[in-house]
Nanobody, 112 residues
């Protein structure tokens, strides 16, 4: 059974940066496409970025293109999301997703 532990969230000022990590276990991480989603209360969970199993291809929501970078380290079974030039509208709970399973989420708050 896939398990994820996200970390790296927190409070950051507009224009700042954060790096989220998602440590995976319980499945063959290197065989799966992995994704980051985010959710704001009252709204549907939305796809932020995804990455293929070997990391060769990535996909981003239009709202984060050029500011966020998804990456993975298959030797460490870890998924990352580097977030830069953060905006107030990036405030959300961020979740990693793979093998039909979700992490518990990590809160990102962008505020001055």
């Amino acid at each position: 059974q896939a398990r994820f532990v996200e970390s790296g969230g927190g409070l950051v000022q507009p224009g700042g940066s954060l790096r989220l990590s998602c440590a995976a276990s319980g499945f063959a991480f290197s065989n799966y496409v992995m994704s980051w989603y985010r959710q704001v209360p009252g709204k549907e969970r939305e796809l932020v970025a995804s990455i293929t199993s070997a990391g060769g291809r990535t996909n981003y929501a239009e709202s984060v293109k050029g500011r966020f970078t998804i990456s993975r380290d298959n030797a460490k079974n870890t998924l990352y999301l580097q977030m830069s030039s953060l905006k107030a509208e990036d405030t959300a709970v961020y979740y990693c997703y793979g093998d039909l399973s979700w992490g518990q989420g990590t809160q990102v708050t962008v505020s001055s």
